[in-house]
């Protein structure tokens, strides 16, 4: 069964109002992709239910019981939200012995993927490899125990496998974790084949004999074992670090994250099942995440576009023992950790507190005509505030510039508009709606300067964090 297509907005070429100047002033792998997977899969899945495709694909799943290994302090679960482990594995057994030897497993990549209750947003948190943290107590699968210690991060799916690492993240963070996946080397490469590729945007042309990697510079589309050593990669692209390595990781996985919800791919039932296919043979998951739990997800998050999909990396800092290691920064990493612990759905407040304060009674989102502007000088901040207010049922009858920028962001309305600018400001809170002499009768304006517009309920849990990356960005943006 394909998705039902979102509504577009609707755009007139005589009636939409002028870009408006308003009347204020102001200051003029290592990471291999595991989020990349499942976030595809979460993503595309919504538009196929027929339940013979699902067991189909539930029963390529490789999966591991890990209860009993996660200990009895665990987090409380606070909320309707959804966290979900996803863990780049560096095995070099089977298909994977031609990358080298190497003595054990560890998870060169590790990242929590939230996903705010009823699909609102999602995050993808990064956590460095080079992490010095303090990791409890680990029961193996064997039943022995690997006592407390203190080191890289990436060492607790050394001692423990997933679920070792599931239960160190569990204790950093006090964050409650659903569910995990796990996928190797030789996982990457078949989910990006199945995608059909994806794009990437490198400065300067890369020859790198030992990571297999040769590239041209510019805009470009990768595949395979090109993909995989652009990922692995960490010398001949950015500083060296990890840290750069991980902003370009993320970069890859928001390509990913668009490609597979790009219109083609829903539209194309074909495509969508090899490519969830590939992905469903490429992980290794926990035994809870069973049939029923992909299905009620993927209904949950219908609907889901690349502009609700962010990447942030763990705030870090040196780490004073070893310039080559960092350990977390816990004034700027808490409040991050806090806000996904106990984010939820922010209910629309309902409209007669509002009318009995302005007296004005907000009309339905469908009675508003609104023209979004951007005002702030970033680039496609008007059209994914358009495509945001569109989804929640707003006519948006103009996505423009405005001929300014602007400090504070303004909602504006023309005669008999009242009511209409009401229900704006209930969807774009902290912004008081403005009457404004020039404005086309019956027309709201959200001109938005450069304190942004958050709607509310769309991010509004997670705080923003520097050098975060949207899914609906373009490939060459800050290359």
């Known amino acids: 069964m394909q998705r039902a297509a ?15 100047e308003p009347p204020v002033r102001g200051r003029l792998w290592r990471v291999l992709g595991g989020l990349s997977i499942v976030m595809s899969v979460v993503l595309v899945a919504g538009s196929l239910s027929a339940y013979g495709f699902w067991r189909r694909l539930d029963g390529q799943i490789d999966r591991e019981n890990v209860d009993g290994r996660l200990g009895d302090d665990r987090p409380d679960k606070l909320n ?5 482990l996803l863990m780049g594995s560096d095995n070099r057994e089977g298909e994977n012995a031609r990358y080298g030897a190497e003595t054990g497993q560890r998870s060169d990549t590790t990242i929590l993927l939230h996903i705010s209750p009823g699909g609102e947003s999602a995050i993808g948190i990064s956590f460095p490899r080079d992490s010095m943290v ?3 107590p680990c029961k193996k699968k064997d039943g022995s125990t690997v006592p407390a210690q203190f080191g890289m991060i990436n060492a607790a799916f050394s001692n423990g496998g997933p679920a070792c690492t599931w239960r160190t993240i569990e204790s950093l963070t006090k964050v409650h974790i659903d569910h995990y996946v796990e996928v190797d080397f030789t996982g990457f490469k078949r989910v990006v084949d199945a995608l059909g590729g994806v794009e990437i945007c490198v400065p300067r042309r890369i020859d790198d004999p030992k990571a297999e990697l040769h590239l041209k510079a510019g805009r470009q589309v990768v595949r395979g074992e090109q993909a995989l050593g652009y990922v692995r990669t960490r010398y001949v692209l950015g500083d060296g670090s990890d840290l750069d390595r991980i902003k370009r990781q993320q970069a890859f996985m928001a390509s990913v994250v668009k490609k597979a919800t790009d219109k083609g791919m829903l539209t194309d039932p074909g495509r969508t099942y090899d490519f969830l296919s590939a992905v469903a043979k490429s992980i290794k998951a926990d035994d809870d995440l069973t049939l ?11 609907g889901m576009s690349a502009g609700k999909v962010r990447f942030v990396t763990v705030p870090v800092q040196a780490y004073p023992q070893d310039r080559n290691r960092v350990q ?5 990493a808490e409040p991050l950790f806090r806000a996904v612990r106990e984010d939820n759905k922010l209910p629309e407040p309902a409209p007669a507190p509002l009318a009995a304060q302005n007296k004005v009674q907000p009309v339905p989102p469908a009675q508003v005509r609104v023209g979004v502007y951007n005002a702030a000088g970033v680039p496609g901040l008007a059209q994914r505030t358009a495509d945001q207010l569109t989804e929640r049922g707003f006519q948006v009858v103009k996505v423009g510039t405005s001929g300014k920028q602007y400090a504070r962001t303004r909602i504006l309305y023309g005669a008999g508009a009242e009511r209409q600018a009401a229900r704006m400001a209930i969807a774009v809170p902290g912004h008081k709606p403005r009457a404004w002499a020039s404005a086309k009768p019956g027309y709201v304006y959200l001109v938005i300067g450069k304190d942004g517009a958050d709607l509310r309920g769309v991010n509004a849990a997670v705080p923003k964090v520097a050098g975060e990356i949207r899914a609906d960005r373009d490939a060459c943006a800050g290359t």
Do not use: E
């Open 6 to 20: 979102s509504p577009s907005p609707v755009y007139y070429a005589d009636n939409a109002p002028p870009p408006p």
């Open 80 to 84: 309707n939200s959804l966290n979900i």
């Open 134 to 136: 303090q990791m409890p």
């Open 292 to 302: 029923s739990v992909m299905q009620k997800l993927a209904g949950s998050l219908r």
């Open 328 to 332: 977390f920064d816990r004034a700027r």
